[in-house]
């Protein structure tokens, strides 16, 4: 039996330990936020974070998570929206939106660890997560504007 | 296009049993058929008081509710045709709700692909919009005695301005809906100078849902009792199992049970591909499943494609005369006179989608009847292939569109709604068909692999007095007829029959080659390795006399016409050349346009960094491109910036527009920089985005400026024309930089990355 914190809420689970979180999440939990996108860890889409650090959920195993807290997107704010989602809307990033919540997550990650990232440093932190769409100078922009807005 | 039709009595028709069937965004609305009961076709809209056309309905407290008809994928038309019908309804924004449509043909053309969906279907949504306003402004001017001439609309209400009288469209719409529905004739459409909306544009309907997770794609689609399944297919096209062992696959804690899925009888089209599905209460355990599958494959005749040696019979082609499809003067004759001649091949390898959502369906079959939930950019053509892989009428399938995560035309092909079904009905419950990225990266219909040929003379001053041009490739109608090999002229009208260039002599060829992969549509198609080809030979040419590549390119563009296309089967996009004629002019407005805004000879560039342009027309937009980069010694190809001016007549949604382009210029770079599908047997060889790597932050333009023209011509597309002339300019901007012509792309060939 794993025992975790998903959003703030104990959960256990006792099926194969080897199941990634992401399919815990999504398939046994409901939480459809996070995305599958690649399975391997290659494209970020399914950034969630454990302990407060962006991990990719897909290639992380449930054995790996027991005992850890998990914040998926639906958890990231618990009143309103989070200054990075709404600097996500100011800036007007989405096209298809599939990756984004995995962006926003890696980006959180970013900026709590990093008040005022320059552009090579968002670029390094961002680089795990591809948008197909190309949105890539809007997350820069709105990364910089969360910024401003959490200072 | 379906006409306005007073369909507020249709509902009575269909009984109006079933609630709303379809997905609403963040609500999960589904329906359970019961036995004999009809299939929820109706809308909101439907069931609204006011009810002028299939699009609209607008509800007693003034809710207004609009149908979208097309698929959202990130071009934002289920925001921006909305948008339109609310424009001329003067209503106000903020009391619109949109419902997403169902598959179905009442709606005239829901295949949201070829970036036509703002041209074909503004006037519709203008003529939705005004038709509830004109019977608004009926009902109002009848409830006061006055003659409705004399009332207006401004937001949300109907007003008299003599008396200073005002009524709300909610209280109005049912005295309206008693009325008869306008003519077409009847109606009155807004001056442009009276547009609320039109041209100013909004963000997406659906933004804070996409920001919060809460938007749901067909990978986040449930029902109750359903089971997930995947898929394990053939690795070569046509191939077929010969002998499978599950015992293993079934030992998987969570797996159900496995299914064979019958292979498809040639051709292709959207049928499934057959294999082995595994059936498993969650995804893991399906993915865990299939890998302890043991099957033995017969894989049939495209066993012996090799994309290597393909490439090598493609060029053979491009070099012996080919079909001519256009052409002008006579090119034989100057070439026969020698001169000054160039020549070259230009090759662009097969390119595979990489939407960021993998495939992914749900369905469930049940009574006879099919409901499936998909991510589809073709919901009519869903129903199509579901009813036909079941053997039911189209009718009996209910296509339910969910937001898609990324489409690029992969998702207007719907095998995977198709084997969802397959699947439902011979496990007899729900369904879910998961694609992981490694199926859809080896079971892609590809863009087609091509090689040009190009040749030209030059007379005084490097201008050519004869032009020759062939290209080859397998085309997209090989996925419906075996034996297609010819381009058809909907693929040869992409950038290359419509090659604008004022020429004394031309001859445009295609030649023949055989599909070994299914073949398909994905962003900007054809007009990408035909604007590669173009765009660089320009480029080459007026290195090659020693000329300014802008000037060059402006001379070649010539002085404002109109393109004659007598004596050359040219569909332009399915538009006539009456309402969309292939002006130069405008062609030639944006390549000096972009010129200006870049400074185009006015910036200096060091060593290692270079500037390329090029100009290419697409979906009915033309665009000129130009592309700065810095390459280091290591090859690194760094893009600092990009400029973009395009004329697509009335832009709707500048917003939308800039993202559109911003983004055709990232696609653009993965495709420049690494995109290429391999085979070997037969077999894609890429798998992931470890071998097929799409670009990231730190190798995407770092800024693109996007510039529009302001027209009144009628609206042209805007998700595709981004990405042919970017692909050109940023080889032309490298050739600058390091004197390497890049002429087979991925530019990985060169050293580059």
């Known amino acids: ?151 | 296009m379906s006409a306005i039709e007073n369909v507020s009595r249709r509902r009575f028709l269909t009984g109006g049993i079933v609630a709303a069937g379809a997905l609403v965004l963040g609500v999960r609305y589904y329906s359970k058929l019961s036995p004999g009961a009809k299939l929820p076709q109706d809308t909101n809209a439907d069931h609204a008081t006011l009810h002028p056309s299939v699009y609209l309905g607008i509800e007693p407290d003034g809710t207004v509710w609009i149908v979208a008809s097309r698929s959202e994928m990130g071009t934002t038309s289920r925001t921006t045709l909305p948008l339109v019908v609310a424009d001329e309804l003067d209503a106000d924004w903020k009391r619109v709700k949109i419902e997403q449509a169902i598959g179905d043909k009442r709606y005239g053309d829901q295949n949201t692909d070829g970036s036509h969906s703002i041209r074909s279907f503004y006037d519709a949504m203008r003529q939705a919009g005004a038709t509830a306003r004109f019977m608004l402004i009926q009902a109002a001017a009848k409830q006061w005695g006055v003659p409705a001439t004399v009332c207006e609309t401004d937001l949300h209400v109907v007003v008299h301005r003599a008396t200073n009288r005002t009524a709300r469209y909610g209280e109005l719409a049912s005295a309206a809906a008693k009325l008869p529905v306008p003519s077409r004739e009847e109606l009155k459409l807004k001056p442009k100078t009276a547009w609320r909306y039109i041209g100013k544009g909004e963000v997406s309907y659906d933004l804070e849902a996409l920001v919060t997770g809460k938007a749901i794609y067909g990978m986040d689609a449930h029902v109750e009792g359903m089971v997930y399944a995947s898929v394990e297919r053939p690795p070569v096209l046509g191939g077929k199992v010969k002998s499978y062992d599950d015992k293993e696959a079934l030992k998987v804690a969570g797996v159900h049970q496995t299914v064979a899925i019958d292979p498809f009888t040639p051709p292709p089209a959207f049928q499934p591909l057959g294999g082995i599905a595994v059936i498993a209460d969650n995804t893991w355990a399906a993915l865990q499943g299939r890998k302890k599958l043991s099957i033995t494959w017969d894989n049939g005749p495209n066993e012996t494609y090799n994309s290597d040696a393909y490439k090598n019979e493609l060029r053979e082609s491009a070099h012996k005369p080919c079909k001519v499809v256009r052409t002008i003067g006579d090119v034989d004759a100057v070439f026969a006179n020698g001169g000054k001649t160039f020549e070259a091949d230009y090759y662009v390898p097969l390119l595979a989608h990489a939407a960021m959502e993998p495939l992914v369906a749900l369905a469930e079959f049940k009574d006879g009847k099919a409901t499936v939930w998909a991510p589809t950019q073709n919901p009519q053509g869903a129903q199509e292939i579901v009813a036909r892989e079941l053997g039911i009428p189209k009718e009996d399938v209910v296509c339910h569109v969910t937001l898609l995560g990324g489409g690029f035309g992969r998702k207007s092909k719907p095998d995977y709604v198709a084997e969802a079904a397959v699947l439902s009905k011979k496990v007899g419950r729900p369904v879910k068909v998961v694609w992981t990225r490694e199926d859809d990266i080896k079971f892609d219909y590809y863009n087609a692999v091509a090689s040009m040929y190009m040749k030209a003379t030059l007379g005084s001053g490097g201008k050519p007095t004869a032009w020759l041009q062939r290209s080859v490739f397998p085309p997209i109608p090989s996925i419906f007829d075996v034996n297609a090999v010819y381009g058809d002229p909907n693929h040869l009208q992409q950038g290359w029959t419509d090659i604008p260039y004022d020429l004394p002599n031309l001859r445009v060829e295609n030649g023949p080659a055989k599909a070994h992969v299914r073949i398909g549509w994905l962003r900007s198609v054809a007009n990408i390795y035909h604007g590669f080809a173009i765009q660089s030979f320009t480029d080459e040419l007026a290195h090659a006399t020693g000329r300014d590549p802008l000037e060059y390119l402006l001379d070649l563009i010539g002085a404002p016409r109109t393109i004659d296309f007598k004596g050359v089967d040219y569909p332009n996009y399915g538009a006539t050349l009456e309402a969309y004629p292939w002006e130069t002019g405008r062609l030639r407005h944006v390549t000096e346009m972009v010129a200006e805004k870049y400074g185009w000879g006015r910036r200096k560039h060091g060593k290692g960094t270079g500037v390329g342009i090029a100009a290419h027309k697409s979906f009915l937009t033309y665009v000129a491109t130009i592309v700065e980069v810095e390459v280091n010694d290591q090859g690194e190809v760094r893009i600092p910036r990009v400029d973009m001016a395009l004329d697509a007549g009335l832009v709707v949604n500048p917003e939308a527009t800039r993202a559109q382009f911003q983004g055709a210029a990232v696609f653009g770079t993965s495709v420049a920089r690494s995109g290429q599908i391999t085979a070997t047997k037969g077999a894609i060889d890429q798998s992931n985005f470890q071998d097929y790597p799409v670009a990231r932050i730190n190798e995407a333009p770092a800024q693109t400026n996007v510039y529009i023209v302001d027209s009144d011509a009628p609206p042209a597309g805007v998700g595709e024309p981004g990405v042919p002339p970017f692909i050109a300019a940023l080889c032309n901007a490298i050739f600058a930089a390091t004197g390497k012509r890049v002429r087979d792309l991925p530019i990985t060939n060169y050293g580059l990355s």
Not at chain 1, 80 to 108: E, F, R, S
Not at chain 1, 112 to 120: F, G, Q, V
Request: glycine share 10%; aromatic share 4%; proline share 3%.
């Open chain 1, 1 to 151: 039996m794993i025992q975790l914190k998903v959003n703030g809420v104990e959960q256990s689970f006792n099926g194969d330990p080897e199941m990634p979180l992401l399919w815990y999440v999504r398939d046994i939990l409901g939480l459809t936020g996070s995305k599958f996108g690649c399975g391997v860890g290659l494209c970020g889409a399914c950034t969630v974070l454990v302990n407060g650090q962006a991990t990719r959920s897909c290639v992380a195993a449930m054995r790996d998570v027991a005992g850890k807290e998990v914040t998926t997107i639906e958890g990231l704010e618990k009143n309103g929206l989070h200054p990075v989602q709404k600097a996500w809307m100011q800036i007007n990033v989405p096209q298809c939106g599939y990756c984004q919540v995995g962006q926003i997550m890696q980006a959180v990650a970013l900026l709590n660890s990093k008040k005022k990232p320059t552009d090579h440093e968002i670029d390094e932190a961002m680089a795990g997560n591809i948008c197909r769409c190309g949105t890539y100078q809007r997350i820069r922009e709105a990364i910089k504007t969360a910024a401003e807005q959490m200072a």
